[in-house]
């Protein structure tokens, strides 16, 4: 309250906000813990998966415990900001965001936090966004740096309102890129301090636009950063494209169309395919090189067979497609967008 740009009213405003983060790894952890800590009054949090001992050198709301125990992320997430501040209401959800679940998770919320692992699930919080007119801030990190945006739609209506629209995520990456062709967390490596400069941006962006700064004062650019190297460069966000088919055509291909609807379970099989989001070949050395560290790999042109840890077996088709040794869609999605991407 003692900043001028916050003052009494701007922390009555984030009292009263909702914010929905979806993803509870290291992004959506660190977002998770800032706005807790400063009174944003209801924070909506959903993850699919349990903490793992490998998460707690980045994702900061989780201890020991809760690997050994292999505690839902939500739940353990929820338990630790509830202790941090006893006054807000936290309310989690142990769920696959998808386009099934994804609007009622967001009901109500007036802001969407992207603590996401894939991007495929981000595309579909694009499309409601832009549908529903809810602002996101966007948040991506790996290696030594990350990316951050505010995704702040011409649409965007109720409580928050700004005068200069940025484009959506379509009008900036009009298509995700084909599976397996960028690096992920748990292939290449991330740096803690990396994720906890994103997160510090997402966090501050958010109480930006909860505290309703609008024109100059609220900040619409992409920014990259990597606090390993000291390197950080601002793009200037497009404003919504004619062209974008979601933004200016109104087409919603991930959350009404079925696009990213990518995983079934092979009945007596013991497994689930999983259908890369966009249909592409994917170069089979190039990710046997990539898992080379995680387990036994065999591979030829058609076909890469890996044994992951727990005894998982992952198999991936030249046309992008995986089995996955498990009997949970949701298990398959996760190991899917951590090991191919
Ligand atoms: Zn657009």
Redesign the pocket.
């Known amino acids: 309250m003692l900043l001028d740009d916050i003052g009494p009213e701007g922390q009555q405003a984030i009292g009263q906000a909702r914010v929905l983060i979806v993803g509870l790894g290291a992004l959506g952890c660190g977002v998770a813990d800032w706005l807790a800590r400063a009174g944003v009054g209801h924070l909506r949090i959903a993850d699919r998966d349990i903490v793992e001992h490998t998460n707690l050198q980045r994702q900061v709301l989780y201890c020991h415990a809760d690997a050994q125990d292999s505690r839902p992320k939500a739940i353990a997430a929820a338990r630790r900001l509830t202790e941090v501040n006893p006054d807000i209401e936290v309310d989690p959800h142990v769920t696959d965001v998808t386009a099934a679940t994804v609007e009622s998770l967001a009901a109500g919320c007036d802001l969407i936090i992207d603590g996401l692992d894939n991007l495929d699930t981000r595309y579909l919080i694009n499309d409601l966004c832009?549908r529903e007119g809810l602002p996101w801030i966007y948040g991506g990190a790996v290696g030594t740096g990350g990316l951050v945006m505010p995704l702040l739609?011409p649409h965007c209506g109720g409580r928050i309102r700004w005068d200069t629209p940025t484009?959506?995520?379509?009008?900036v990456f009009p298509d995700p890129p084909p599976p397996g062709t960028l690096p992920t967390c748990d292939t290449a490596g991330v740096l803690g301090p990396a994720v906890g400069a994103v997160t510090s941006h997402q966090a501050a962006l958010a109480m930006s636009i909860l505290v309703g700064r609008t024109g100059d004062a609220l900040d619409r650019t992409m920014h990259a950063i990597d606090p390993w190297s000291g390197e950080s460069r601002r793009m200037a966000l497009p404003g919504?494209?004619d062209a974008?088919p979601?933004?200016?055509g109104g087409t919603f291909d991930w959350l009404e169309g079925g696009r990213g609807d990518h995983a079934t379970v092979l009945c007596g099989r013991g497994a689930v395919q999983v259908h890369p989001p966009t249909p592409g070949t994917i170069d089979l050395a190039l990710l046997a090189d990539r898992l080379q560290s995680h387990g036994q790999i065999q591979h030829d042109e058609h076909v890469l067979r890996c044994t992951l840890p727990d005894d998982i077996s992952l198999t991936v088709f030249a046309d992008g497609r995986a089995l996955i040794s498990t009997d949970d869609t949701a298990v398959a999605r996760t190991l899917y967008d951590r090991y191919i991407g």
Do not use: D, M
């Open positions: 832009v739609g484009g959506c995520l379509r009008c919504p494209r974008c979601c933004c200016s």
